[in-house]
């Protein structure tokens, strides 16, 4: 059997706060805005894991008025997930996902992104892609005022 999903977020860029795309931190002006560290990739990647198996979102999940969750490192939200889609006999085929972010340049962290997302679901690098575009100036994305992330993947039974 194989199942897939499809995940979606964005996040407002804003002063005093880090900018963690991928479990990575990345030198920045600005950082997301949001209830945990706003990782917009991961978040994405959560929500298809979610999705393919039909379990809802990450705010049913994880919901923003609950504590724990506040400020928390996305990786660990992942690896959760991780946790709950493996238990119910499940392990990632193939993850592509898609950064939209004006600036800064993502190309320097892609590959610690993609060591990170293939550690945290338990499979090879060769199985995670990873890739920024810009929009041109064109959006929230591309008027520098936030960033967004798309993921598509595809989960077989084991």
């Given at each position: 059997?194989?199942?897939?999903?499809?995940?979606?977020?964005?996040?407002?860029?804003?002063?005093?706060?880090?900018?963690?795309?991928?479990?990575?931190?990345?030198?920045?002006?600005?950082?997301?805005?949001?209830?945990?560290?706003?990782?917009?990739?991961?978040?994405?990647?959560?929500?298809?894991?979610?999705?393919?198996?039909?379990?809802?979102?990450?705010?049913?999940?994880?919901p923003?008025?609950?504590?724990?969750?506040?400020?928390?490192?996305?990786?660990?939200?992942?690896?959760?997930?991780?946790?709950?889609?493996?238990?119910?006999?499940?392990?990632?085929?193939?993850?592509?996902?898609?950064?939209?972010?004006?600036?800064?340049?993502?190309?320097?962290?892609?590959?610690?992104?993609?060591?990170?997302i293939?550690?945290?679901?338990?499979?090879?690098?060769?199985?995670?892609?990873?890739?920024?575009?810009?929009?041109?100036?064109?959006?929230?994305?591309?008027?520098?005022?936030?960033?967004?992330?798309?993921?598509q993947?595809?989960?077989?039974?084991?």
């Open positions: 059997m194989i199942r897939s999903g499809f995940g979606y977020d964005v996040h407002r860029l804003v002063k005093d706060r880090e900018l963690i795309l991928g479990g990575v931190k990345i030198p920045h002006s600005k950082g997301l805005m949001g209830y945990s560290d706003a990782d917009v990739l991961l978040h994405s990647i959560i929500d298809a894991l979610l999705g393919a198996l039909a379990l809802g979102d990450i705010g049913t999940h994880f923003d008025n609950d504590l724990a969750y506040k400020d928390i490192d996305s990786r660990l939200l992942l690896r959760k997930t991780y946790i709950l889609i493996s238990g119910k006999g499940w392990k990632i085929n193939n993850l592509d996902a898609t950064i939209c972010c004006q600036e800064p340049k993502l190309k320097p962290f892609i590959y610690d992104m993609r060591k990170n293939a550690c945290d679901l338990n499979c090879d690098l060769e199985q995670i892609s990873v890739k920024a575009t810009t929009e041109e100036g064109l959006g929230l994305s591309g008027k520098g005022e936030g960033i967004s992330a798309f993921c993947l595809l989960l077989i039974k084991v």
